[in-house]
């Protein structure tokens, strides 16, 4: 009998934070632009030293500008979408849930399609501009996510089966008005809607964007944590879980909102990145089991991981082109599924 | 598919191919003329021409109604006075503002069939970038034929014009649009004479950044108008790295938008942003606005391209000053509406009100 | 089984120290009705029913099928709200109660659903603890060692690394009882636990239940319709049919053959043994 502790827990996610810190430092140094290790590692101590004005190289610039803020989407992206997926399958007992499945991906891309047609039309101040497609986004998932919780309440409280085809029906039926906008609607902006597709890291934001998600990550992936015992409880029946003092109504509120949230926040500045939120929980539990004390820590770091890798191949493959990073990980994340699937852990 | 049929006959070998044929249907032309002038029950005259693609096409004589799945192929037809001649356009044909009062088809992608079928079209005209195969197709077995063109280079277009013209059986319309265009690209060059050209980006669109690759006419038009895309890619919309763009350091962008408040409010935004203003044209402001019209391989791209290259070389147009902003030549603001189908959307409002392009002459997928 | 139990010692919620309280659990005039619609006639209720338990006490709730026997002990548990009358646990209103502070009270026993990542033997009665303490935490050796000793109570210590898939339907019963002793609760609740052993393991089963009775002050109450082995352990009998309270007594008093026959619709013989513990055989068609 060994229990978690936690030092054994802190050094799980010691070692994920070095690889983390690894994979980062070689997805700086590869791109479209080529970077030496040394011209790199200068640059960086720049930047942490506070002397950014002092990178005068176009290189420098472009790492700090460029490709930093692109890694940094991508370990928020990677995280959330980890977190959220790991919340869902336990949420839904079902192994097959990813953070799309209840249609907040759907929602999102509504929202931003919306946003696409309408932006023509409006006057905006140029900074709110930019971010007119991902505050949309994020308004339509929120909105699914009502609607799907309205939809999956009996007796005051969520219902799995419920939610699930609830989320599943709810999905369909907004992928089809997108598709119904897109075939009807004569605007050359649906033309953005390509990014959403696949997912996409190459979009730049402000600053404060990153600050926003980075906030909203911690919080919701807090939340969710503070439900961890309660989720392993869950899983091993709602009967059971609630004679062993889980407050089973509250947790599946707090889960399913902050999980939602996550990947409203993930989809609306990436788009649909596919794969992730499925199979890193699942990786994950293969290597440090099912308990999600350790779990949704080291998935969030695997999905950082992961996205990291999977964009940088994204744009050093067909360089100076690149993929969409969606498309990396259905590449790398199918055959993968695959072999989890015939281990019988998925 | 399209693919196909271009292997089979290679690009350059075209407008060989179609003078040799030109010159002999020409040569057989009168006494078709000839037939049609017997009585009614003589079987209907036919051509037998070769198109752009490659496939063999039999066009009735005389070709009194015409079909246009393209709005360049629309823009065209006007430019040679044929417009009488033209029963129906796509819902995306918005130049010039007539052409939106003809009967509509649908999209190029998916035009009604039933509908261009109604209208007994003598001709249907499609382009390789805008239309399928599958339409043409379709429209075979329904006894429809269809001529297609398919430019690549402003050279491209204007012979693709003049063809059409012949094929259309107005080649003294024909060579007189030509004989203009040719004669203001010739002027551009002249002008332009052995300036540097201009190293600029031409933005599709932002959100991913794609941009256009080497082999389309789009290319070839900036070259044309004293400018050199900085992306080389064969894929006709590749998506572009930022980084790429940045190292490169473009002289200009070129943003296509018949509203110049769009590509001003754009340039603003992405100022805003830290991956798009470590570019100097964004800093410094440096970007051309031209109208849409470059987006279609018809006689107006002309007009566009010295649009650009007035903005993108100012001293070569001395008596005509104008200053490295961009300046969008008012030809003419469409007024198209979107086609809306959803009434909860509030903003179907501001689209009565204002309008928008649609796109293009060009297939406006990202990959 | 250490003479020093201090580990293990349960938690003392702030009404046991008003010792000398003899009830533990009242049930009074409980009543339940059940329907799929709210505008349709309900289609099971449970009909007033009171009694109580004290510590120490095994009360079985004894029935045929559809007599009403988990619908009680799910009221008892606090899952079900009574349509009227209230349920006590030392003087405490039951379903007002919060889940964390009723499972610090009351443990369950009943079938496990299939689970879908099956965990360790160990982990799995490590999940009786999660009541105590704070929500998110780690354990502490406290925990483990009250888990160990619930493993050694039952009898499973040996198996303590398995999975749970990997384990005998016996064996998983006596681990299920193990959680809920770690939970170290008051009340003891059990559906149904005899329904896939054998002979052996439920008498081994019940004469744990009772070793731990007279130990620990549990007040265990155990849902049945196993005649015999009711007989056998129960200080107190409910006998249920359809959704009445027939009776409540010790078992000499339950055990009658006129009443049985009634209850069970089949014909039966009922033997009074030394002990005061009834014997009951079934009498085949001759």
């Known amino acids: 009998m060994r229990p978690l502790t936690f030092h054994k827990l802190l050094f799980q996610c010691l070692i994920l934070l070095v690889i983390l810190f690894l994979v980062v430092i070689i997805a700086l140094k590869f791109g479209a632009v080529p970077v030496s290790l040394y011209a790199l590692g200068r640059d960086l101590l720049r930047v942490l030293l506070g002397q950014s004005s002092q990178i005068s190289s176009d290189y420098g610039l472009i790492i700090q500008n460029i490709r930093l803020p692109r890694i940094i989407l991508g370990i928020i992206v990677g995280a959330s979408l980890s977190v959220a997926g790991t919340s869902f399958q336990a949420l839904l007992r079902n192994p097959l849930a990813d953070p799309y499945v209840l249609g907040v991906s759907s929602g999102a891309a509504l929202g931003a399609i919306l946003a696409l047609i309408a932006e023509p039309h409006l006057i905006l101040p140029p900074a709110f501009g930019a971010l007119l497609t991902p505050l949309c986004a994020f308004l339509g998932a929120t909105a699914t996510i009502t609607a799907v919780y309205f939809l999956s309440r009996r007796g005051g409280q969520i219902d799995s089966t419920t939610l699930l085809l609830g989320g599943v029906i709810t999905a369909s039926f907004l992928s089809a008005i997108i598709v119904f906008l897109m075939s009807t609607v004569n605007s050359s902006n649906t033309r953005g809607m390509v990014f959403w597709v696949m997912g996409n890291l190459s979009t730049s934001f402000q600053k404060s964007v990153y600050w926003f998600l980075a906030a909203g990550f911690f919080i919701a992936a807090g939340v969710i944590y503070a439900t961890a015992n309660d989720l392993n409880i869950l899983l091993s029946g709602e009967k059971e879980a609630m004679h062993l003092g889980v407050d089973v109504r509250r947790v599946r509120f707090v889960v399913y909102i902050a999980a939602s949230l996550l990947t409203g926040l993930a989809v609306s500045v990436s788009g649909a990145v596919g794969y992730v939120g499925l199979i890193v929980p699942h990786v994950m539990r293969l290597i440090y089991g099912s308990d999600h004390r350790t779990l949704i820590p080291t998935a969030a770091l695997g999905g950082a991981i992961a996205v990291v890798i999977a964009d940088t191949l994204a744009r050093i493959v067909v360089a100076p082109n690149e993929l969409p990073v969606g498309a990396v990980t259905a590449v790398a994340g199918a055959p993968l599924f695959i072999y989890l699937l015939r281990r019988r852990v998925a | 598919m399209g693919d196909f049929l271009k292997k089979l006959l290679p690009p350059r070998l075209h407008p060989a191919a179609f003078a040799v044929l030109a010159i002999f249907t020409c040569a057989a032309a009168p006494s078709h003329a000839q037939s049609a002038t017997h009585s009614a029950t003589e079987p209907p005259a036919f051509r037998e021409v070769v198109d752009e693609t490659g496939r063999r096409v039999r066009i009735p004589q005389p070709v009194r109604r015409i079909v246009s799945l393209a709005p360049s192929l629309t823009e065209t037809i006007y430019a040679l006075g044929l417009q009488d001649r033209l029963v129906g356009d796509t819902d995306y044909c918005d130049y010039p503002p007539d052409a939106q009062k003809k009967t509509k088809v649908g999209g190029g992608i998916n035009p009604s069939l039933e509908v261009i079928a109604s209208l007994h079209p003598d001709l249907v005209l499609v382009t390789k970038s805008f239309n399928r195969l599958e339409t043409v197709i379709f429209l075979e077995e329904l006894g429809i034929s269809s001529y ?86 064969s894929q006709d919309w590749p998506q572009v790295n930022l980084e790429e763009i940045a190292r490169l350091q473009p002289d200009f962008l070129v943003f296509a938008d018949s509203h110049f408040e769009n590509a001003q409010r754009e340039v603003e935004r992405l100022a805003t942003l830290p991956g798009w203003k470590i570019l100097n044209a964004i800093r410094d402001r440096r970007y051309a606005v031209i109208s849409e019209a470059v987006n279609r391989p018809a006689p107006r791209i002309v007009s566009a391209i010295e649009e650009l290259a007035r903005q993108l070389h100012p001293e070569a147009f001395s008596e005509r000053p104008g200053d490295t902003k961009g300046k969008v030549d008012k030809e003419d603001p469409s007024s198209s509406s979107m086609a809306f189908t959803l009434p909860a959307l509030a903003f179907s409002l501001y689209s009565t009100l204002h309008g928008d392009h649609s796109s293009t002459g060009g297939c406006a997928c990202g990959h | 089984m250490s003479p020093g139990r201090s580990s293990a010692a349960p938690l003392t919620p702030p009404e046991l120290t008003r010792l000398g309280t003899e009830v533990r659990l009242a049930v009074e005039q409980v009543s339940y009705a059940y329907s799929a619609n709210p505008a349709q006639a309900p289609l099971f209720t449970l009909e007033a029913t009171s009694f109580q338990a004290r510590p120490g006490e095994i009360v079985a709730i004894l029935g045929p099928n559809a007599s009403g026997k988990s619908t009680l002990l799910q009221l008892i548990a606090g899952v079900l709200s009574p349509l009227s009358g209230r349920i006590l646990l030392n003087g405490f209103v039951i379903h007002s109660l919060t889940p964390r502070n009723r499972a610090q009270r009351i443990a369950m026993v009943q079938q496990e659903s299939r689970l879908l990542f099956p965990s360790r033997v160990w982990e799995f009665v490590l999940q009786g603890r999660h009541a105590h303490g704070r929500p998110l935490r780690f354990e502490s050796s406290n925990d483990m060692q009250i888990v160990q000793d619930a493993l050694v109570h039952v009898g499973v210590a040996h198996l303590s690394d398995r999975l749970m898939d990997q384990i005998s339907g016996g064996e998983k019963q006596r681990v299920i009882l193990a959680r809920a002793l770690a939970q170290q609760p008051l009340l003891l609740l059990l559906d149904e636990p005899t329904l896939h052993l054998d002979i052996a393991a439920q008498v081994g089963l019940l004469d744990a239940l009772r070793r731990l009775c007279a130990r620990n002050h549990y007040t265990v109450i155990v849902v049945t319709h196993e005649l015999n082995l009711a007989a056998e352990y129960a200080d107190q009998i409910i006998l249920m049919q359809s959704g009445r309270c027939l009776r409540v007594g010790p078992p000499a008093t339950i055990y009658q053959r006129e009443l049985l026959e009634q209850v069970f619709q089949i014909p039966l013989k009922v033997e009074m043994r030394g002990h005061g513990r009834p014997r009951v055989t079934i009498l085949s068609d001759s």
Do not use: C, Y
């Open chain 2, 148 to 233: 297609a063109t398919d430019p690549h280079t402003v050279a491209d277009i204007v012979s693709s014009t003049k063809t059409l013209a012949d094929v259309l059986g107005v080649p003294e319309a024909g060579a007189s649009v030509v004989g203009g265009m040719q004669r203001s690209l010739d002027n551009l060059q002249h002008r332009l004479g052995d300036l540097p050209s201009k190293r600029v980006l031409f933005v599709v669109w932002t959100q991913p950044l794609i941009s256009v690759g080497t082999n389309t006419f789009l290319a070839d038009a900036l070259r044309h108008a004293g400018a050199v895309s900085i992306v080389d890619s």
